[in-house]
Each structure stands twice: as structure tokens, then as C-alpha cells.
């Protein structure tokens, strides 16, 4: 186009040829020429660090459970019954243990209260005979202890008293080799071993002895 426009102004001038040639190269390279690419700035990378976002603060812990206080003044069954199987606490919540005790005892054993109570529960659970008393004087939420498999002699509600039967040990199939009671408690949702409510002089697997009495011969 420029050649063009060129050509019509040069129209009818006479031009030395060395000068019409010139120009005509000079505006023919112009008009050829490739425009400048339109470069796309590269974004610059920062070297300083990501800022760090603070981290939301730790729960608090959970509380420690209350102690369990010792105020058994017997045992479930018999007077020191075998534990075929000791308080095993698993390590989380749905792993493997033994949540409680099992002691051993002949059928139709009378089973006991070991403190004073309420009765929460007496009934069949899974084919199973089951008393649980919520045992009084042991805070808040109170202390929760279970027997099965047991034939309840107690209704839901009932007041009951240190060492007072609540049943008899069920002739039910176990996980026991032997028949036995399986003993539980319970804080809430926390399982406790049942063994710690038993104060020492009844825990002892020593035989109690009796001392002379001074101006009692011996027999």
C-alpha cells in the first residue's frame, strides 16, 4: 500500500534512478517489516517464607476420673472367690480387654450387694440375667455396678443395703471354664475395676488369724 501511494505522488517527477530505487527499497522494507512482539511480563517469585498461619490451641485434657471410694463390706459371691479373670481395661475404646471381673461361684451362689444402693436395672439382657445398682454416697455421676448372669430377687427401684442378696448366679454358659459372675463398674461412660472398692481387710488373700487373749489358755 505505502509502494502504491508512493508511486501516485512520484507520478510525472522525474527522478535521478539511483534515488527512485532508494526509496522504494527503504519504504518496501517498512512496509515488510514484522511489527514488535508484545512480550508478557514474567511474574517475579518471591523468596521470602509462606506466612505461617498460628495453629488453634490443644483441647484442654479431659478430666481425670474421681477416685473410686472404698465402701464395699463384701464380696458379690462367697467370702474370697477365686477371679478367674481380672479387670483388663482395653486401650481404646473399641479395642479387645475385659472390662471387669469374674469371679468364681457354684449356681445358685447367693450374689450381693456390695454397698448400699438403688437398684437401676433388673432384668434380661441378651438372654442374660443382669442387676445394676447405682451405688449411693459415690459423687457425681454416681458409681454404677453390674452382676450377670444373675436370677434378680430385686425390682428396679429397690433400696438396697450392704451385703443384701439381689439374686442368685444364673446356671447360664459363659466365657468362664467354670461357672462365675462377671462384676462390673462403671463412672458415666468410664469403666472402673470393681476390685478397687474392696478395702484391704477384705481384698487379703491371707487368712484372718486369731490372736490369744491374755488369761485365755491356749486350746
Not at 483441647?59 to 464395699?72: L, T
Not at 438403688?118 to 447405682?134: D, I, P, Y
Not at 477384705?202 to 486350746?219: E, I
Request: charged residues 15%; contains cysteine.
Amino acid at each position: 500500500m505505502h509502494v502504491e501511494r508512493l508511486l501516485t505522488v512520484l507520478h510525472g517527477k522525474r527522478l535521478p534512478p539511483l534515488l527512485l530505487g532508494l526509496l522504494l527499497t527503504t519504504t518496501a522494507s517498512a512496509a515488510g517489516a514484522a511489527p514488535d512482539p508484545v512480550r508478557t511480563p514474567v511474574p517475579v517469585r518471591s523468596s521470602a517464607p509462606p506466612p505461617v498461619r498460628p495453629s488453634a490451641p490443644a483441647p484442654d485434657p479431659a478430666p481425670a476420673p474421681a477416685p473410686v471410694p472404698v465402701i464395699a463390706r463384701s464380696w458379690p459371691v462367697g467370702v474370697r472367690p477365686v477371679v478367674v479373670r481380672g479387670w483388663d481395661p482395653p486401650a481404646t475404646p473399641y479395642a479387645r480387654g475385659h472390662r471387669g471381673v469374674d469371679l468364681a461361684a457354684p449356681a445358685g451362689a447367693p450374689v450381693r450387694a456390695v454397698a448400699a444402693g438403688r437398684v437401676l436395672f433388673a432384668g434380661q439382657v441378651a438372654g442374660r440375667g443382669v442387676v445394676s445398682l447405682e451405688l449411693a454416697g459415690t459423687g457425681t455421676p454416681p458409681l454404677r455396678t453390674t452382676y450377670t448372669p444373675v436370677r434378680p430377687s430385686v425390682s428396679e427401684g429397690d433400696e438396697v443395703t450392704p451385703s443384701q442378696p439381689v439374686g442368685t448366679l444364673a446356671a447360664t454358659p459363659s466365657h468362664c471354664a467354670v461357672p462365675c459372675l462377671h462384676w462390673g463398674l462403671r463412672r458415666d461412660q468410664a469403666y472402673l475395676n470393681p476390685l478397687s472398692l474392696l478395702p484391704a481387710w477384705l481384698s487379703a488373700r491371707t487368712p484372718a488369724r486369731l490372736l490369744p487373749v491374755l488369761g485365755v489358755p491356749l486350746p
